[in-house]
């Protein structure tokens, strides 16, 4: 069959459809019957398939692998196999962006005397968790033709919404501060809130120490070298890393707010889905009865 799709893809007129069935030694007849051959069913689905994960793999921003394009195929209605659309993507060429190693940029300070210890025990998960009753932080840097532009984030774990974040030129306390302040002003967290992070100097920094008792933020701090106990934070960088910093070049730290900025609220809060979350967005996750009424719960 190969033959006839080159004899199919090369032939000009019908001298050339001749001359090459001669050369392969394939009957011109045969060549012929294939061309009336319609696509069998399958074929034809498979085609119709195609373009649907071609839509959701670029309404991704060519991110999504296969696992992600087909739990969206699945929110459409489309019964399908997994591994069926890893097939179809292989053969468009598509490829979902992995992860690549985290690099850590806060350091902790040897002469601070830290006696916070860790609250979370490394317990992520969203089901056990209520909006607004624990979240976690980190630092991370970009890099600008005009120099680094440094991030800091605060992450809600109940619903992995990015619910603050702060950019500068510096790696300052008040970085961090100016993160946390923009959550707390948007979320209106009650009393008893949990903020966690790694032990680095602008963590426990005397300047955000007041700053979390004057809203009364308990702070919770990882173990010394147990990078895992801020996972989630750590996902999310590398989330944003793989998807957009490692994608782009800026050439000035107001391009790469803009970006950071748009893909923070338009796409990872609002579009992208998370495993963690059943495949939905941040956003959905909040909107949902259970997330709801969790959040009404710890208001009361």
Excluded at 24 to 46: C, F, G, I, M, T
Excluded at 50 to 63: G, M, P
Excluded at 130 to 148: F, P
Excluded at 223 to 238: G, I, K, T
Aim: charged content about 25%; proline content about 4%.
């Amino acid at each position: 069959m190969s033959r006839y799709r080159f004899i199919e893809a090369e032939k000009v007129e019908e001298r050339s459809v001749n001359r090459a069935c001669a050369v392969l030694e394939v009957s011109r007849a045969a060549y012929y019957e294939w061309r009336k051959q319609e696509p069998s069913a399958r074929a034809q689905e498979d085609a119709e398939l195609a373009e649907k994960v071609k839509a959701i793999f670029c309404r991704s921003r060519q991110t999504y692998g296969a696992p992600r394009v087909h739990r969206e195929l699945r929110r459409q209605g489309l019964r399908c196999s997994r591994k069926r659309v890893a097939r179809l993507m292989r053969e468009l060429d598509l490829e979902g962006r992995g992860p690549k190693p985290w690099k850590r940029t806060t350091l902790p300070d040897p002469e601070a005397e830290v006696t916070t210890v860790d609250l979370l025990g490394r317990q992520f998960q969203p089901g056990k968790l209520g909006l607004n009753k624990c979240w976690a932080g980190d630092i991370t840097y970009v890099r600008t033709w005009e120099g680094w532009l440094y991030l800091a984030s605060v992450i809600d774990l109940s619903s992995r919404r990015v619910v603050g974040w702060a950019m500068a030129d510096h790696m300052r306390a008040e970085l961090v501060c100016d993160a946390l302040k923009m959550a707390i002003s948007g979320r209106q967290p009650g009393l008893g809130l949990i903020f966690h992070s790694d032990r680095g100097s602008q963590y426990t920094s005397r300047q955000f120490g007041e700053l979390l008792a004057s809203h009364g933020v308990r702070q919770s701090l990882c173990r010394p070298r147990q990078c895992w106990d801020n996972a989630v934070v750590e996902s999310f960088y590398s989330t944003l890393k793989t998807e957009l910093i490692h994608r782009h070049t800026w050439a000035t730290r107001a391009q790469a707010r803009q970006a950071i900025f748009e893909f923070i609220e338009v796409f990872y809060n609002r579009q992208r889905l998370h495993s963690s979350l059943g495949y939905r967005s941040p956003a959905e996750y909040e909107g949902c009865p259970s997330s709801a009424s969790n959040a009404a719960a710890h208001a009361t």
